[in-house]
């Protein structure tokens, strides 16, 4: 079958809850992918995140296939040694003290959320807690997940949705204290919105809601699904500013492109909230994911993947900031590292086609946006590459 008749069959078989693109991958090499037809593309997408890697990576696929000859799953009633290990380096890679493994980073927000509200239960016995989240966030599209994604468009077909959660107004210190109360359990925040625009947050913003989340006995939640993992520059973009998270999330790139994700606690609040019972899952954590978390780690000190990160991502930002002074319709640059995007005074989907016809991949973030979220491997060549064809495509 070629690549039209595989879409039909998809278009008669699958939900449609995806407006796909009009394209079949079959494979992929390093910061390249191809479709069934052999067609290369530069990828600036990378699953969205996942394949911070890149493709096709030699001692990761080595590390999978030896893990899938021993066994896959086993369930949480038993240890499993990848598992162990996974857990062991990702604690001290994110500098937090336990870690549950899901199978997403909307699993990862549910888990979280569900801790925030133990804990405060907990603490006084009551079920009435309110979450503060803010405007244009994305945290999944679970139902938990979908209660502190700031998007009502995302949320009115589905509410009632849990607890009572408050919007505030993303680097908007003022904003987040007009809303907390004696019932205010948890914030929550992406370090970097992704899809609400690529915001990363200000310093005296995040430093500010951190210190009234120790002044109130607040639980601060910081979802680094999206940019975490070294995109922004760090092990985490939280790792950049005087804060430390009671609860963070991580999914995406931490399984290297298998489906894993993870929520990891204090120790604080590790002791004083979930119990045997409150939460689990029959996959996460399963040997196969573990083996994925655990090679994945291993890469990225021994590629030293953060230090190019930092190198490669401020060559990509003067190389975007270029391009924004040369169009009239790009109104804002903003970013960290290699997760940065283009805001335009129009929808972008003209030029994210474009694009694809001409062998690179983009993403938007919103209708007006061009996102940039390339495997973390990705050299000033790759950059030199994607910005040509995006001239031509503006």
Known sequence: MNSKEYIELAENKLLHTYNRYQIVFDHGDGVYLYDLEGRKYLDFVCGIGVYALGYNVKEYNDALKDQIDKILHTSNYYYNVPAIKAADKLTKFAGMDRVFFTNSGAEAIEGALKAALKYAYNKDGCNDHEIIAFDHSFHGRTCGALAVTGKKAYREAFEPLISKVNFAEFNDLESVKKLINKKTCAIIMETVQGEGGIYPAKKEFIEGVYRLCKEND????????QCGMGRCGSAYAWHAFDVRPDIMTTA??????VPVGAFLLTERVAENSLV???????????ALAGAAIDKTLDLFESKHIID???????????????????YADIVDHRGKGLMQGLEFDHP????????LEKGLVLINAGTNIVRFLPPLVITKENV???????????
Do not use: P, Q, S, W
């Open 308 to 326: 190019n990160v930092n190198k490669v991502g401020e060559y990509l930002y003067a190389e975007l900031d270029k391009i924004a002074g040369e």
């Open 218 to 225: 607040i639980l601060l939640i910081l979802d680094e699904i």
């Open 276 to 286: 045997a019972g409150d939460h689990g899952t029959t996959y996460g954590g399963n």
């Open 252 to 257: 995406k790139a931490v399984g290297g492109g």
């Open 348 to 355: 972008v989907a003209d030029i994210i086609n474009r694009a």
């Open 384 to 394: 030199d590459e994607m910005t040509a064809i995006l001239r031509e495509c503006i």
